[in-house]
């Protein structure tokens, strides 16, 4: 709804920088105060240490590492 809102022009709106790179390439949205930005978002990926982790879990935490290491 944020992302809707800002490309309607109701007003400012403070969302992740990923969500709206496209829209500030096209013009479509107008990025400003730059340096007054929130410090980074911290993601976690949370699993029990007395367990085995299966391959497909192990290649899905790699995938977000590897998503979000990409969006900066």
Not at 32 to 51: D, T
Request: proline share 8%; glycine share 12%; aromatic share 14%.
């Amino acid at each position: 709804m944020t992302l809707a809102a800002g490309l309607a022009g109701v007003g400012v709106i403070q969302i992740f920088t990923f969500k709206v790179r496209p829209f500030i390439e096209t013009g479509q949205l107008v990025s400003f105060l730059q340096g007054s930005e929130p410090p980074p978002y911290p993601y976690h990926v949370v699993c029990p240490r007395n367990r085995y982790l299966s391959q497909r879990v192990r290649i899905f935490i790699d995938w977000l590492v590897g998503m979000f290491g990409e969006l900066g």
